[in-house]
């Protein structure tokens, strides 16, 4: 009798270790975005920009001061950040676009439009040689608009404090001084919140309107340092990005009423297709020809076919995390993004920067 009460034991001790070591079935609603808050530093996001799959910065408005900004770097790929500048005097836009008037060339150096100086009455042109840490005027005089930068020079378009001539200089990247100043047409008005392509050979494409010409905008190209322009007609009403992921294939974001559409070139500039989106896009972003991302507040989506086809990535969700502005496209199965997200219980809102991995 004993030893059959001994057996009936040992059956239920084992059932009970059996139950115990089941694992719990995965959770089919787990995203594939890692949130890292950076509230404590931000009142929102405004710049993104990662010149490799680790390091990168992101520029944010100070807390309890919108006109002033921080900048904050990474070497992690965005696991853990440092404070490099909290009175960073950059241009900035009040759109939901990726403001771009700050940009890293390599892991030290950078050029930045600074903000409006009144007592100038122009905007300072800066550029850094520490991460961000300090900044040097090259120039204090004009009102500029956009900028790109290459492996040799930086170019600037703008014009003068008085509103009148535009013109374009370029900047050395050995001695960030002045090399060269060009007159542009007057006709020609060049939109602040876009961004422009100049590419290794110094070819420049940018985004313009004619006012003087037609209602029409227009891509701008010039192969000789802005002296001469050759003009493209664009069936849009608004621009919202410009995107050359290579110096031959480029693509411009922007809308016709509600609707979003692409303009692609696969040749530099010369010749231009129209293509139509799924939604308007605020922010595009290529990784290479083929493969780029596009942002609108809360949704992000997808193409692998140049821009043929998009596909919305579902793991989002606007409720959870909220990109709303610019995305690092640095890996092809790896993204990061920027985002604020309002959370109406708490009266707060988080800034947030978005780690997706496939």
Same mark, same amino acid.
């Given at each position: ?5 001994? %057996? ?13 070591? %089941? ?6 609603? /787990? ?7 950076? /509230? ?21 408005? +100070? ?53 409006? *100086? ?24 004009? +009102? ?6 290459? *492996? ?21 990247? &050995?001695?960030?001084? %002045?090399? !060269? ?17 100049? #590419? ?6 940018? #985004? ?15 192969? *000789?340092?802005? !002296? ?9 009403? =608004? ?96 993204? =990061?993004?920027?985002? /604020?997200?309002?959370? &109406?219980?708490? &009266?707060?809102? =988080?800034?947030?920067? =978005?780690?997706?991995?496939?």
């Amino acid at each position: 009798m004993l030893t059959l009460v001994f %057996v009936l034991m040992l059956v239920f001790v084992s059932c009970e270790k059996k139950d115990d070591s %089941v694992d719990p079935e995965p959770n089919p609603t /787990s995203s594939c975005i890692t949130v890292k808050d950076l /509230s404590a530093h931000f009142e929102g996001i405004k710049a993104i920009k990662f010149i490799n799959d680790t390091e990168g910065w992101l520029v944010g408005a +100070n807390i309890g001061n919108l006109s002033k900004r921080t900048l904050l770097h990474t070497n992690d790929g965005g696991l853990n950040w440092t404070v490099i500048n909290t009175d960073l005097k950059v241009n900035h836009v009040t759109s939901s676009v990726n403001e771009p008037f700050i940009k890293f060339y390599n892991s030290t150096d950078a050029y930045m439009i600074g903000e409006y *100086n009144a007592s100038t009455g122009g905007k300072e042109l800066k550029y850094t040689t520490n991460k961000g840490q300090t900044w040097t005027i090259i120039s204090n005089v004009g +009102n500029w608009d956009a900028f790109d930068v290459n *492996n040799t020079n930086a170019v600037f378009i703008g014009h003068d404090i008085y509103q009148l001539d535009d013109a374009l200089i370029i900047v050395s990247n &050995s001695s960030h001084t %002045v090399t !060269q100043t060009v007159d542009l047409p007057s006709s020609i008005d060049f939109f602040v919140k876009n961004d422009m392509h100049l #590419a290794e050979n110094g070819t420049i494409i940018t #985004a313009v309107s004619r006012p003087n010409i037609s209602s029409s905008l227009y891509i701008a190209k010039s192969v *000789n340092n802005g !002296q001469d322009w050759v003009y493209t007609v664009i069936d849009l009403e =608004y621009i919202d990005d410009i995107e050359f992921p290579t110096d031959n294939v480029g693509y411009i974001s922007g809308s016709v009423g509600f609707d979003g559409f692409l303009y692609k070139t696969t040749n530099g500039g010369d010749t231009w297709v129209k293509k139509s989106l799924p939604v308007l896009f605020d922010n595009i972003e290529f990784f290479d020809d083929q493969n780029g991302l596009g942002v609108i507040e809360g949704h992000i989506y997808k193409t692998t076919d140049g821009a043929e086809n998009w596909t919305e990535m579902s793991c989002i969700s606007s409720t959870d995390n909220n990109p709303n502005r610019g995305v690092a496209f640095v890996s092809l199965d790896k993204w =990061y993004a920027i985002g /604020s997200r309002w959370v &109406s219980s708490e &009266s707060k809102t =988080y800034s947030e920067f =978005y780690i997706y991995e496939e």
